[in-house]
């Protein structure tokens, strides 16, 4: 049976490696724009390379693919073993450029990913289908991402566009 000191310097030992995880779960890398032929609404989050080759494929509309050369060259290397990408593609916007991530916190068992709109420049209203992949570090627990759609004072008011728990252990 554990003693109380014990039990206590056991969950403290816990709490700190959870902050840990917690304070290296930001944004690794990241592709935004409107340079998609995906004009849906999707989201998701890939954790292995064929599903990202096949969202690749998707998302530049090609058509068949396989068979490496330059198709395969153009796919960004992620290691999986380590790493997720989380993709988010808006579907028809206009005058949307990109998008940009605010802040990640955590809120209860979650890791809350905030992000914005980034406009184009110049006011320039141009309509496309915007996206963002952003790699992240696997995490080891939900992750929701809260899209910013305004502020009141300074707190901001959002939209919460996707939710993913976990991926299971490779």
Sequence with gaps: ???????????????????????????????????????????????????FQALWQDHKGVIGG???GILEAQVPEVDFKKNVVFA????????????????????GKTN?????ANPFPGGVTMIGSSYALWIFPRPNRAVEFEFITGYDGNKPITRKVAQFEPPKKQ
């Design 1 to 51: 049976m554990l003693s109380l000191g014990k039990a206590i310097a056991l969950l403290l030992t816990i709490l700190a490696q959870q902050a840990a995880e917690d304070k290296n779960f930001k944004p690794l890398g990241e592709l935004t724009g409107t340079d998609t032929t995906i004009e849906r609404q999707m989201s998701a989050m890939v954790t292995d390379a064929a599903q």
């Design 66 to 68: 396989g068979g490496g």
């Design 88 to 107: 988010l593609f808006a579907g028809q916007t206009s005058g949307v450029e990109s998008y940009s991530i605010v802040d990640v916190n955590t809120k």
């Design 112 to 116: 809350v990913v905030r992000f914005k």
